[in-house]
């Protein structure tokens, strides 16, 4: 179809693809790039071009394609979300999961890093920075961090993320890989925990009596000020 536009005066230069059968029944992808020279009176003279077996391409591509596919059910299995960052266009790609933690459609995120001052709390966005900028300089090739992020409807949403870099056979830095695991519920927990032990604090300290509790090792767990005062020590000590 190409060579028969060329022929009928379209002399735009070609670039189409292919997949050819060998003898052998070997399958192959060329890609074929030409184009037309003309001679002096603008006729057409000859075509050059050339093609490019893109075999290994093509097969590393749908490869990659189905490594995300796994990737993306896999994490819907855990109920994890993912983000790709593209460390040579600094493009990121997120997955459908990781867009509904924060009450988004992916259409509704940018591609690039950018993003970051959007969803990330104030407080947490220098550890973000801080943490990419650890794998890509090679300090780290693995992180693990906590870190707010903001919702679409402006609650906020805890989040423990793990990164991996990915590298190249030059062992170049070409990606990093990232995963979240609601930790909500967690931080919740945490915080009534909290809040338990420092009524059970109030509550020890307003007895008039010397109380101290003690693990099977002999250490100290939790004593009341009277118990701290008689050894002129502090509770914390």
Known sequence: IKYSLVLKNDFKPIDIFYRILKPSGELRYVN?????????????????????????????????????????????????????IDLNTNEVEYSTRFAKMLGYEKSELSNNLEVLNKIVTLEDLYKWK???????????????????????????????????????????????????????????????????????RKVLDAIPNHISIQDSTGKFILTNKFFASYFNKHIQE
């Open 32 to 84: 074929v790039k030409s184009k037309v020279i003309f001679d002096s009176n603008g006729k057409v003279k000859f075509f050059i071009g050339s093609v490019f077996d893109i075999t290994k391409i093509r097969e590393s591509e749908n490869s990659l394609q189905n490594t995300k596919e796994y990737l993306e059910l896999l994490l819907k299995t855990t109920n994890d979300g993912f983000c790709e």
């Open 130 to 200: 801080s943490k990419i900028n650890d794998l890509t300089s090679n300090k780290q090739n693995e992180v693990a961090f906590e870190s707010k992020f903001i919702k679409k409807d402006s609650n906020i949403l805890n989040l423990l993320t793990r990164g991996l870099l990915v590298k190249d056979k030059q062992n170049k830095p070409i990606k990093i890989i990232m995963a979240h695991t609601d930790i909500n519920e967690l931080k919740q927990k945490e915080k009534q925990i909290v809040k338990q032990k420092e009524f059970m």
